[in-house]
């Protein structure tokens, strides 16, 4: 059972335009969530990061939302670039309460591949 | 080197053949980690290192598969009687002890093992 899911596996904007990528957890547990981008034969790259603490994270162009009642997060591109065209994964942790100093494996979802046209 | 390290990049093997996969992080890093990635689906973790010891392999499927890290930093997954669903990207990642918590994992680019 998947406790991390991304129900949209593709999306498509235009550039200059808002890039909405959204993201829902079953485990109340995670307390840290984050996204990694992944362009093709290259490894995920970390890309923002939000504490369960936060509802809302921003760098730049990215902004990450957490909602934690409805266990839903979402990250914003704003605007959208070419560049910005990969998949991206939403990933959880249990953090401290998990292995009580370092954080263990994260958790990811199946993706989601964002295209951004010219 | 400056990323985390991985090879071979492309393994084509035999079903029922012995495969390493060998990954050297990032200098300093202590804490270490295997994920696997099959088509269409994000990476699944296998394993975690902490040093030399193996903090968490409740990923690992079965006792085909193996991993050791020996001297706290190279670590080589191994994968005995290889099966045609062991085929995927086999990621390693690696963090620092100074930023722990928060998850941030520094990925290489992978080793993609093709089992025929």
């Known amino acids: 059972d998947q406790q991390v899911k991304q129900n949209s596996p593709s999306l498509s904007v235009q550039e200059g335009r808002i890039s909405i990528l959204n993201c829902d957890y079953t485990n109340s547990m995670f307390d840290y969530f984050l996204w990694y981008k992944k362009y093709p034969a290259e490894g995920p790259t970390f890309l923002i990061s939000i504490s369960s603490i936060k509802d809302k994270n921003e760098d730049g162009r990215f902004t990450v939302f957490l909602n934690k009642s409805a266990k839903h997060l979402s990250l914003h591109i704003v605007p959208s670039q070419p560049g910005d065209s990969a998949v991206y994964f939403c990933a959880a942790s249990g953090g401290t309460r998990w292995y009580g100093g370092s954080q263990g494996n994260l958790i990811f979802g199946k993706g989601t591949k964002l295209s951004v046209k010219p | 080197g400056a990323g985390v390290s991985q090879t071979p990049s492309n393994k084509v093997t035999e079903k029922g053949k012995y495969v390493e996969l060998r990954c050297d992080p990032i200098?300093?890093?202590?804490?270490l980690y295997w994920y696997r990635q099959s088509l269409g689906q994000g990476p699944e973790f296998l394993i975690y290192?902490?040093?030399?010891?193996?903090?968490?392999d409740s990923g690992l499927p079965n006792d085909r598969f193996f991993a050791v890290r020996p001297e706290g930093s190279v670590s080589t997954l191994k994968i005995q009687r290889t099966e045609r669903g062991d085929s995927a990207v086999y990621l390693c990642?690696?963090?620092?002890?100074?930023?722990?918590?928060?998850?941030?994992?520094?990925f290489g680019e992978g080793s993609r093992l093709t089992v025929l």
């Open positions: 990642a690696s963090s620092s002890a100074v930023a722990p918590n928060t998850g941030e994992l520094f």
């Open positions: 290192f902490q040093g030399t010891g193996a903090a968490d």
């Open positions: 200098s300093g890093h202590t804490a």
